[in-house]
């Protein structure tokens, strides 16, 4: 089993909450990660998509007081929707007799409905965590290159050979297009989504471009947006927005656009070992991708992160406001001996960030030029997580 960071902070969030909703796509590891936390605290777990489950809850008021006193783990909440009337109840009962914390932990694909749904009936009552994709930190670091191509979905990443983790994938993608995304309430058709899907892999990092994409589905602009925005909701996509600032230059307002896994751009694009990706146009982009996600990973709460370009050329690939630590500017370069270009030095002189680094491939860190560091990428998401 892999260890993984979000555990403790699950469990934090439990102390200080009566419910914790943990959410992710499906296979990321939430109840595996559910499982790890009822070895810490008395416990009990219901499948919500089993009959049985269902059943115990026929009346549920009943049947969740009488665990008050235990961690109530409730997984594929999404099945029951109703269910959030009686948490709201159950919650406020609970706190006039003294417990305020660690009542309930909902796990749930990240629906819009779903989202909906938790935040009008438990406001207040509910924190939300995000179980993401395995990162840098949680691998060993010999894995990283295999972490970068098979994505950081844990099936995938501990297949036996490339060819299974490849078919994982494939199966993966496959599934949640035909089934689990029309469970959660969109109608759109499964083969329209994947070419949307696709055509974001083929653009990985690039800005958007909701009219190329329009006229290559044949829809209008509100469709391209409705069906980003569905992605976005469901962690499967990154919208990178451009950092505002008053520099007296022209900025682009297009955000940028990321599929959040590498492994799975990898195989929308048919890229099924490392010879195929590297020979691919998109290895930079995926590079890019994998970083930035890892590194956002690891940030501290409340982040800000964008991108900086101007029209006149001046671009960083990442941005970081951080609590208490200013801004951070990062730009990111695949290979053993990155080139720094005249819009990045621009760009720094733009916005004069308080910390500036380029990840490379590479874990030596040096300096490169005045206020630049050049660092490996596990080596900085250590520094950013302090």
Sequence with gaps: MIGRRTLQTVLRRLDQFPAVALLGPRQVGKTTLAEAVSTE??????????????????????????????????????AMPELFRELRGLI?????????????????????????????????????????????????????????LRGGFPDSFVAADDAASALWRGNFIKT??????????????????RRFWTMLAHTQGQLLNAAQLARALAVDGKTIARYLDLMVDLLLVRRLQPYHANVRKRLVRSPKVYVRDSGMVHTLLGLDDRDAVLGHPVAGGSWEGFVMENILRAAPERTLASFYRTAAGAEIDLLLEMPNQGLWAIEIKRGLAPKLERGFHQAREDLEPDRCFVVYSGDERYPRAEGVEVIGLEELCRAVVR
Aim: proline share 4%; aromatic share 6%; hydrophobic share 35%.
């Design 41 to 78: 605290r008395e416990s009990v777990y219901l499948d919500l998509e089993t009959g049985s489950a269902r059943e115990r809850l026929s009346d549920a008021a009943d049947y969740l007081a009488a665990h008050e006193d235990k961690l109530v783990i409730l997984d594929e909440v999404q």
């Design 92 to 148: 406020d009962r609970g706190r006039r007799r003294g417990r305020r914390t660690n009542r309930f932990l909902i796990l749930g694909s990240a629906s819009m409905d779903l989202l909906r749904q938790s935040s009008e009936s438990l406001a207040g009552r509910l924190a939300y965590v995000e179980l993401e994709p395995l990162d840098v930190l949680e691998v060993p670091r010999d894995d990283r290159d295999i972490l970068w």
């Design 176 to 193: 949640y297009l035909e089934r689990d995304i029309p469970q959660l309430g969109p109608r759109i058709p499964a083969e329209t989504l």
